[in-house]
């Protein structure tokens, strides 16, 4: 995406270990990864962003709603959000692989921006178990 667009990126993760390898993966000037609070506080020093994408993460969030407010808050007017997501959360625990606390990521989105379009994953490429329980949407 950077080397077709010349775009810059912002990666914002809790795990210093995943901010490490994103940098490192990317291997980008115009790559930044970034804690959660480091990007609030971008947010604060007034970042404005043209677009964001958000690819399987919202679901591993355990307050998604939370963590939509600053996406809508670094955005500018007209910016726009692309997601590929689970329906329901799938939030990471020590006790089981994945635990469901019955949030609807569809609907969190919903509270803080507008549908323009959306869709299910095509089962090719797609393994049929994530297909059948994911979506996207602009």
């Given at each position: 995406m950077i080397e077709r667009s010349g775009c810059r990126v912002i990666g914002v993760?809790?795990?210093a270990n995943m901010r490490a390898l994103?940098?490192?993966?990317?291997?980008?000037?115009r790559f930044i990864a970034c804690a959660p609070d480091g990007f609030s506080a971008l947010i604060a020093r007034g970042l404005r962003v043209d677009g964001a994408i958000a690819v399987w993460v919202l679901?591993?969030?355990?307050?998604?709603g939370a963590d939509v407010g600053p996406i809508r808050a670094a955005m500018n007017p007209g910016a726009k959000l692309f997601v590929v997501n689970n329906?329901?959360?799938a939030v990471p625990t020590r006790e089981a692989a994945w635990v469901n606390d019955g949030a609807q990521i569809r609907t969190i989105l919903s509270g803080s921006f507008s549908l323009?379009?959306?869709g299910v994953l095509e089962a090719e490429p797609v393994p049929p178990a994530l297909s059948d329980v994911?979506?996207?949407a602009t």
């Amino acid at each position: 995406m950077i080397e077709r667009s010349g775009c810059r990126v912002i990666g914002v993760d809790i795990s210093a270990n995943m901010r490490a390898l994103a940098a490192s993966y990317v291997a980008s000037d115009r790559f930044i990864a970034c804690a959660p609070d480091g990007f609030s506080a971008l947010i604060a020093r007034g970042l404005r962003v043209d677009g964001a994408i958000a690819v399987w993460v919202l679901q591993h969030c355990p307050a998604p709603g939370a963590d939509v407010g600053p996406i809508r808050a670094a955005m500018n007017p007209g910016a726009k959000l692309f997601v590929v997501n689970n329906q329901l959360s799938a939030v990471p625990t020590r006790e089981a692989a994945w635990v469901n606390d019955g949030a609807q990521i569809r609907t969190i989105l919903s509270g803080s921006f507008s549908l323009e379009d959306e869709g299910v994953l095509e089962a090719e490429p797609v393994p049929p178990a994530l297909s059948d329980v994911a979506f996207w949407a602009t």
